[in-house]
Nanobody, 121 residues
Framework: QVQLVESGGGLVQPGGSLRLSCAASGSIFSINTMGWHRQAPGKERELVAG???????NYAYSVKGRFTISRDNAKNTVYLQMNSLKPEDTAVYYC???????????????WGQGTQVTVSS
């Protein structure tokens, strides 16, 4: 199976920056889309940014111009550079990958365990 491990979360002041990383490991034949979602207390999980294997990206309106998603296909790793952070960006951030573990299998969604990002002075 596919495992996703996030890193890079933490506490940062408003206006600061953080970079999240998510590495996929295990049995991986191919990975299609990778992305980042977040869930704040009392709110639904929402898509923050996504990136295809070809490099096409999409962003939530609330983070456009502040966050940048990128990936290293050779390392099966996706990154989220977060700049100009705001208190409303505080949430648990989850990595997601649409991956095919074996040559004859279907693409399935896999999730990381989440990493906390807190923006506060």
């Amino acid at each position: 199976q596919v495992q996703l491990v996030e890193s890079g979360g933490g506490l940062v002041q408003p206006g600061g920056s953080l970079r999240l990383s998510c590495a996929a490991s295990g049995s991986i034949f191919s990975i299609n889309t990778m992305g980042w979602h977040r869930q704040a207390p009392g709110k639904e999980r929402e898509l923050v940014a996504g990136i295809t294997s070809g490099g096409s990206t999409n962003y939530a309106y609330s983070v456009k111009g502040r966050f940048t998603i990128s990936r290293d296909n050779a390392k099966n790793t996706v990154y989220l550079q977060m700049n100009s952070l705001k208190p409303e960006d505080t949430a648990v951030y989850y990595c997601n990958a649409e991956a095919k573990p074996y040559i004859g299998s279907y693409y399935n969604d896999y999730w990381g365990q989440g990493t906390q990002v807190t923006v506060s002075s």
